[in-house]
């Protein structure tokens, strides 16, 4: 390594989910072309997909052309990417420890290594938290990455092809925990791929038993009363049954218990309930971490070294100006706020400047069921709160993602992926057959 390469500020960003790829991309394109700075970005996975797509993944209904190489967008963004999952960190010496990292046959490919930092972000998201439930972890499926969301879409369309040819009459049980954005989104995708895949020829594929169980009394708590009551009726519509206000209590092999002792039947369980910060984050080398082990920083988003900032759904950050010290809610669209806020940040840092406060403006949620239809609400200084369905509801929720795509990769490459995308949807099956 050469002297200038040493000179030169060490930015290393942990976790290239909606933030952490957005401000790798910033900043390489910023400083990193530059020579200013020398951008890391370690992730344990080669490739990305934004995670309120998974659902979509896991359901067939999207393909891997969505999926960003982050090597390729390494390249073309003048940032470095490195394969491994961070498991420690040693704020002395300014280092991350990474793992070692091993094939399917379980070949050590990578050994475990160390990264020097100057500034470092933790970016890692989001697990499911499983609340210490019994038998959750060994027989529930989760949607936590994009190889979940892969795995479950696999055993999925192995269930409806032995449905449509077992003689029982008896449907395919799919049982999914939680009445969030991700949950609803995903049995409304489930209810239409089932019905395109008796369409397509297995015809007694769409013999499935949909459920949802959510302990609170009412599904999408981020939405109004009445939006949640018009997606009810909605799911209801589809068939899909809605079991509110139970909670579960073990989660066996073959069915999910409830509070109140009733066994419900389960061939695919989904655990959609609530979210942490990974294990391993609690506590990381002397720093705050709150309950779901979640990073504690302040309105600049960096924690209690000045050395390291958190963002995204492993930040523990308070929505300010909102009364009872509420933390901003871990979407996508405070992600995106946040990686332009740090952006700014890291480039005032390497300047002796001030860091920039964050700011978050809530824009409103929405949630979307597949082609039935779309609801939410959108906020905003002038119009206050305004509910919208239908198409334009939906225009709306697509155009969320199209701000991830332009940050990622541009105004021009994002209009050319959206028009390969619509060509490539007029030849291609609507939904994965493998």
Known sequence: MNDETQAKHKIVIVGGGASGLELATTLGKT??????????LLDATSTHIWKPLLHEVAAGTIDSSEAVEYLAQAYRCD??????????????????????????????????????????????????NTFNIKGVDEHCMFLDATSQAYSFQKQLLEACIKTHASANTQPLSIVIVGAGATGVELSAELHEVTRMLAVYGLEHANRVKITIIEAATQLLPALPHRLATATQDQLTKLDIDLKLGRRVVEVTPHSIKMHDGEELPADLKVWAAGIKAP?????????????????????????????????????????????????????????????????????????????????????????????????????GSLMGSVTIGGFVARIVYLS????????????????????SNLFRRSVYVKIKMH
């Not at 072309?33 to 890391?40: K, P």
């Not at 940032?79 to 094939?103: C, E, W």
């Not at 995106?336 to 005032?348: E, V, W």
């Not at 949620?365 to 597949?370: D, F, K, T």
Request: aromatic share 8%; charged share 15%; net charge positive.
């Open 279 to 379: 294990d391993w984050m609690q506590n990381i080398d002397g720093l705050e971490t709150n309950r779901i082990n979640q990073l504690v920083v302040d309105a600049n988003l960096q924690t209690s070294d000045p050395n390291i900032f958190a963002m995204g759904d492993c930040a523990a950050c308070i929505w300010a100006g909102v009364p009872g010290n509420v933390n901003i809610p871990p979407r996508a669209q405070a992600a995106h706020q946040q990686a332009s806020t740090l952006a700014k940040s890291i480039r005032n840092r390497l300047q002796g400047k001030p860091l920039v406060p964050f700011v978050y403006y809530d824009y409103g949620s929405l949630v979307s069921l597949g082609k039935y239809t779309t609801v939410g609400n959108l906020m």
């Open 31 to 40: 400083l990193g072309r530059q020579g200013l700075a020398e951008i890391t």
């Open 400 to 419: 969320l993602y199209k701000m991830h795509q332009v940050a990622i990769h541009g105004y021009f490459r994002t209009a050319m992926l959206t028009l």
């Open 79 to 128: 940032f470095q990417f490195r394969l491994g999952k961070m498991q420690g960190l040693d704020r002395a010496n300014k280092l991350i420890h990474v793992a070692p990292t091993y094939s399917s046959t379980q070949e050590e490919l990578i050994p475990a290594r160390s990264f020097a930092y100057d500034t470092l972000v933790m970016s890692v998201g989001s697990v499911s």
